[in-house]
């Protein structure tokens, strides 16, 4: 019975020593990898500006309404100011109204010395 114990001992051995160099053995290099193709490429600016067709919405809007038409010239407030009652919100550049006020005004002032002339040519009982 010795010897199967000692033939046992021996090879259990030899598979501890044989598991022993597999696991701590020198496996040599690694594989080196190959090396991956690389393309470079040179960034030009844009020849072109690309346009895309949309349509752009506010997400929050506001009803304005002036006594008078024209351009805008100036808007007073932005978004989240508070405001008071009868506040400035914006100012209207007047040159239109201006000039059509001109025009109006020299069209009175062309009527009433027609009407001076045809009140003196009825007292002079030309007319």
């Known amino acids: 019975m010795n010897r199967w114990r000692f033939t046992g001992a021996t090879g259990a051995l030899a598979f501890a020593v044989l598991l022993y160099g597999v696991a701590n053995g020198d496996v040599g290099e690694p594989p080196q990898e190959a090396a991956t193709p690389v393309k470079v490429l040179t960034a030009y600016a844009a020849a072109e500006t690309p346009i895309f067709p949309g349509r752009v919405e506010a997400g929050d809007s ?47 002032d ?3 010395l027609e009407a001076e002339r045809a009140s003196t040519l009825y007292l002079q009982k030309l007319i």
């Open 110 to 112: 062309l009527a009433r």
């Open 62 to 108: 506001a009803m304005l309404a002036f006594r008078v038409a024209g351009q805008l010239l100036e808007l007073k407030v932005r978004m989240g100011d508070r405001v008071e009652k009868g506040a400035l919100l914006a100012e209207l550049d007047p040159t239109d109204y201006r000039l059509n006020f001109e025009a109006r005004q020299a069209e009175f």
